[in-house]
């Protein structure tokens, strides 16, 4: 059996870098192979999206797994290699997964109670959207709370090495739960500026949340100024925006995890 | 270690009836003891709500387990459970699993334009809810589409039995995407006469979802008026009520699962 793991968080999943990556092409993930007994083969958006009949070669004639991390519908890139396979008569069996769309659930928000999810990107110099905020907006209007998945950028080439082409990548970079806060603020700031009247403010009540799923998960709950110094630890990290009217339950299950007045730790999960 | 499992719907999950289950108590699920190699404690809705510091109970000095369909925070219920737990200083871990709240992607609609999820009760001759209408009329008003679960019956007592106090149950009931579109129709009816233009229609793009995840998972595409007497054999069923607008990937991907002209039988996933 051929076995593929995708790097990458289109699927919106609690997706990590595979420990012992070796980010040069052909990529391997060691911890993983061990596990599984197989020889894995690392296959990041870029090979997904262009070479999905590269991934689909011989399945016709042999099995290939394709593993991903959260539920395989969290991205269309999916759906197109089920569409391909469709077309060449490769049967195929889908196994779910939990994913951040509903594991968010643990900080006690109420799942049914989520509106559209949004994704924030690393701003650059030039390229700086502002565009998921109007969902953001919607949601709040009609009382959903909003999850942010953040940003992951990983097998990024400089402009420099891109355009001479060589293959050398940057060290992967995840969004941290207080980069996404102080973009929110900053665009909260830009529509004042433009006399507009923010849908969300340095008081809204948010909740980060890290490596949700793992034993050092760790959830924080307090305002949008506070996400920006309350201190997560390591990627990956998600940020829930909520809506205008929160349930005395939600409320109740979010103070396990507030921030302590003077402190912009948050305590762990399992910390009771 | 004390296990509890959890029969019911209440966390979105791709709930089932535990083969062998004794539907009087105490109840034991045997092929999911055989599986475990430990013996089961069959936990109802009721029990959950109610006597959930009797699940709680020596909790602080062994350990004990509480297995639910989906993933624990699609219910209300299990938050509450974790409150007990931390007013108890009963330190816990929850470990996610796929739900019906995400695997739905499986029918090619895209996870991130889900609207609000509702749920379709049983109707009675006195009692026939359509609330829930107003928020799929929203969810299409912003081109969300709209995950309906369906009702489920179990430990039901008929009036009789209820009055006299006789712990004697009706046979379990799951309502089919069949009765739900029936219901649905019925309530764009009554709109109708009421004067009011329905946000649903006969022609409505919907699909129905039959025991999703499993080998012989069903997936049909087609009208709501279609949804009234497609096949798709026993349960759990669920049903969706597409957006106004709908991806052309998306569409694609309905296209595998579409009911054949002048037929009510739907492909199966894997029927490729």
Redesign the interface.
Known sequence: MVVFVQLCRVN?GNCSRPKGTNFGAPATCRKQEEFYGRKLILADREEVEQEADNILKDADISDVAFLVVG????A?TH??L??RA?KL???????????I???V??C?L????F???VSIVFWTDTWRPESFFDKVK?NRQ?G?HTLCLLDIKVKEQSLENLIKGRKIYEPPRYMSVNQAAQQLLEIVQNQRTRGEEPAVTEETLCVGLAR??A?DQKIAAGTLQQMCTVDLGGPLHSLVITGGSVHP??M??LS?FSIPEASSESRSI?G?
């Open positions: 919106g539920d395989p519908f969290g269309t759906s197109d089920i569409l469709t008569g490769i049967s195929y069996r889908v196994i779910h997964n939990a994913s769309m509903n594991a659930g643990c006690g109420q799942l049914y109670k509106g559209e999810t919607k009609n959903m949700v799923g034993e339950l939600e109740e299950m396990l399992d009771l």
